[in-house]
């Protein structure tokens, strides 16, 4: 698959580095490589840059958007609550505070900030200032650069694994969440609402305790930190690292709401990738840092000296091929009406081709209509005309002979007859007994005739066929 833009994330995990390549296209971001390089620093620089240019060489990205994330216990984090007024001027009333919190003018802070969102109504502003001591992130850099890796920006691992959260749930909606990440160093409990972190806390785990106990613990703390109300509660807790699935069976008895990071990541991935998502969290989270154009919690420990902006040229291939795929999807799109066009075109053609043909077939056609119409009322007028015969016919074999017929009619099978006969009451048997006569009835009375001395009658009757 071709994608558009990638970001790695690395976080410094103890004495590992974990690694995750996060890619994108057109669509949703796809978590495609993974890779925990164990005990980097007491390893040969040069077999663990091995290691990572392997990485980079399977994941097919450049080295340019790598985000680096800290460790908790590296950095220091500071709530400081300021007037709503100096909003316009926060950087540098930051900067102020900052040079309160540093020891001496030799050990420097590099630090970051982010305003956290204000209750409805507050005429107070809330700020999360990062710190880290220079001589700290020197040393950090300076190891990375021996193994060939360049951060563009720098931030706290955990920072980059609330982002992860927050990115799968826009809206809190004044919600509190608890979010602990379990490593083989201990326990970092994140506690998030509203699309702000109000406390972060690590300590270390002891074997003598259990997850459950541990975690327990670590809540108690953030609730008493962020002075938890009486009514207020926690809504959910989520689980990440690499004993997290082993921690929600201790403590799902005890804790209801809690859930695994995973259940939170709407990226797709690679089967490889799978396995190792609940520990992949912050370094998947710093990936999503550097590829979303925006995020919740937007840090960078980076002096300015050392970040580097992409130039314009690097973007060329990106843009070159999103044009292509995007020219290839409306060429997709249209060439099914394209190709209809085209056939109504070429149908037009022939019809207007054929109307001549047609126009002398159709007057054939009513012609040969006209013909059978005439010839049908022909047909039936010769019917009738037979039939007619065919009647006066049996009517000559029924009667007698001393039967005479003055008045013959035939109306569409009904049939009337009047005359004179001997004895007419006789007439009416011979008549049903012909097959080609029905209901024979006599209409009105039968009289002798003073002239003739016969017996005057009419009769009606309707044809068999």
Known sequence: MVYLRSSVGVEIRGPDLLISCLQSNLSAGV???????????????????????????AARVSRENVILGLARRDVVLRYIDLPAEVTDNLRQVVAYQV????PTDEERYC??????KPAPGSKRVQVLLVMIKRSILDGHLELLRDLGIKPAAVTVASVGLANLFLQGRRALNGRLYVLADLSPQGIEVLTLRSDSLLHSHESAKGDSISWKDALVREVEVAAERIRLGPEEAIDRMVLAGEFSEQAREEVSAAISDCDLIGGYIPFEMAS???????????????????????????????PSELRHRQTRWAYIPSVVLGIVILGLLIATGVRESIQERRLIHRLDSEIASLKELVDQVQKLRAQALQLEAEAKSMEELFQKRDMNLEVLQELTTVLPGDTFLSVYSNKDGAIQIAGSSAA?????????????????????????????????FIFEMKLEK
Do not use: M, W
């Open 424 to 456: 007419a009451p006789d007439l009416i048997p011979n008549l049903e007994k012909s097959p080609l006569f029905k209901e024979v009835v006599q209409r009105g009375q039968i009289f002798k005739d003073a002239q003739t001395g016969k017996d005057r």
């Open 99 to 102: 040079q309160s919190f540093e």
């Open 272 to 302: 490889q990738c799978r396995p190792h998502l609940h520990e992949a969290g912050s370094s998947l989270g710093l990936a999503y840092s550097g590829l979303a154009p925006r995020v919740p919690i937007r840090l960078n420990l980076l």
């Open 111 to 116: 630090y970051d900030f982010a305003a956290l």
């Open 31 to 57: 978590f495609t490589q993974f890779r925990r390089i164990s005990a980097y620093r007491e390893r040969d620089r040069s077999e663990v840059r091995s290691e990572i240019d392997r990485f980079f060489s």
